[in-house]
T-cell receptor, first 111, second 116 residues
Framework: GENVEQHPSTLSVQEGDSAVIKCTYS??????FPWYKQELGKGPQLIID?????GEKKDQRIAVTLNKTAKHFSLHITETQPEDSAVYFC??????????FGKGTTLSVSS | DTEVTQTPKHLVMGMTNKKSLKCEQH?????MYWYKQKAKKPPELMFV???????INESVPSRFSPECPNSSLLNLHLHALQPEDSALYLC???????????????FGEGSRLTVL
């Protein structure tokens, strides 16, 4: 079955800096890679996703890149703000299969 | 309306109690999910319903009993739970396209369960 590794487990940056979180997956059949942000006391919220037919996707300050050959994908947040502080989860799934989550990254943005 | 609504938000129960968690969505999603999340851990899949039929049961103990009365509602019935079952229980839904999961999961805010 699919296995998703996520690094780092914690990340501290200064406001305005960039943050990068990396994930690797094991199943070459996986074709959908979402990123979720979870704030304290709330459910995970989808912030960006990418499918295997695309190499990069950007939405304002957030971008995701996918390298299918190496089986890894990354989340890039530019110009970080204190409200970006949260736990971020990457995940992977294939057609008809359930999402498998990485262990999460706690991002702290200090002003 | 892009919400998944879960009730109650908090629940405290004894090990002999019977309680239920409820989830509702009106996005027309035909796949609904229960996840369990412990502190500082990722969500763990428990059950998946596709077109109101149970399609995945991840070897969850029988003290957790899911039910999908219709395409908008999902329940999780709880009975004889253990203290280690204390966790955040998340409901999610996703669109099915020609019977295949499109992948995008929409989560509710969760029900925080404490078992005494």
């Amino acid at each position: 079955g699919e296995n998703v590794e996520q690094h780092p487990s914690t990340l501290s940056v200064q406001e305005g800096d960039s943050a990068v979180i990396k994930c690797t997956y094991s199943d070459s059949a996986s074709n959908y890679f979402p990123w979720y942000k979870q704030e304290l006391g709330k459910g995970p919220q989808l912030i960006i996703d990418i499918r295997s037919n695309v190499g990069e996707k950007k939405d304002q300050r957030i971008a995701v890149t996918l390298n299918k050959t190496a089986k890894h994908f990354s989340l890039h947040i530019t110009e970080t703000q204190p409200e970006d502080s949260a736990v971020y989860f990457c995940a992977a799934s294939g057609a008809g299969t359930a999402l498998i989550f990485g262990k999460g990254t706690t991002l702290s943005v200090s002003s | 309306d892009t919400e998944v609504t879960q009730t109650p938000k908090h629940l405290v129960m004894g090990m002999t109690n019977k309680k239920s968690l409820k989830c509702e969505q009106h996005m027309g999603h035909r796949a609904m999910y229960w996840y369990k999340q412990k502190a500082k851990k990722p969500p763990e899949l428990m059950f998946v319903y596709s077109y109101e039929k149970l399609s995945i049961n991840e070897s969850v103990p029988s003290r957790f009993s899911p039910e999908c009365p219709n395409s908008s509602l999902l329940n999780l019935h709880l009975h004889a739970l253990q203290p280690e079952d204390s966790a955040l229980y998340l409901c999610a839904s996703s669109l099915l396209s020609r019977g295949t999961n499109t992948g995008e999961l929409f989560f509710g805010e969760g029900s925080r369960l404490t078992v005494l």
